[in-house]
């Protein structure tokens, strides 16, 4: 009995240890969150043509993922995969940059969720980090383009309205996670 209560404990610390302190069950659902992020964005096109319209279902995703695992580094692994697919499939016209379009806003918010304790399924903090995950989306998107020598005149026009329609569309989708969040929580007890 001692004898494999004793690798049961080493099992529990290995899982620990994973990554993050993740177990490798998480670190596959955040990477199944992630792949959902990338594939989501490139097989729903919506002809809405409003900046950060994509911000409703990408950072509900991501703060859905956060609230399911409340824990450090679920962001980033979210951040990464979803990161390394968007390089993959050949996303967007920034090259290999597009990688942090889709890994900061997975850090901000491994940084943010703490300071509202884990609390992702209010609607007023799905919302906050949703809103604040999305403009620091829209604050890579203006650096990538300051490295990549766009005009600076080209990349500060219309910067008020692109960030408030960016800050609507990610409080949007952060709401529609909380809301997910308070429903399926519950009901996923045995995901530990």
């Known amino acids: 009995m001692e004898v494999t209560k004793k690798s049961a404990d080493k099992q529990v610390i290995v899982l620990e240890k994973f990554m993050f302190k993740l177990g490798l069950a ?4 955040l990477t199944m969150f992630g792949t959902l992020i ?19 279902y990408w950072m509900g995703i991501l703060v859905l993922g956060k609230g399911l695992i409340p ?3 679920a962001g980033i692994v979210m ?3 979803s990161g390394v697919l968007a390089v993959l499939l050949g996303e ?12 900061m806003p997975g850090l901000l ?10 609390k992702l399924e209010s609607p ?38 692109t960030s408030l329609s960016h800050v609507l569309f990610g409080a949007a989708g952060g709401i529609i996670a909380a809301l ?7 009901r996923l007890t045995n995901w530990e």
């Open 92 to 103: 967007g016209k920034e090259g290999m940059l597009i990688f942090f379009r889709y890994f």
């Open 124 to 161: 007023a903090v799905g919302a906050i980090c949703g809103a604040v995950a999305s403009l620091v989306k829209l604050a890579v998107n203006f650096a990538v383009g300051l490295l990549l020598k766009l005009p600076l005149a080209l990349l500060a026009m219309g910067l008020g309205i």
């Open 38 to 56: 990338s594939v989501a964005r490139d097989i729903t096109r919506l002809p809405l043509h409003l900046p950060g319209h994509t911000s409703i």
């Open 180 to 186: 997910l969040i308070k429903r399926l929580k519950p």
């Open 109 to 118: 918010l491994d940084c943010l969720a703490p300071l509202f304790n884990y």
């Open 79 to 81: 951040g990464m995969v």
């Open 71 to 73: 824990k450090f580094g």
């Open 26 to 29: 998480d670190v596959l659902r």
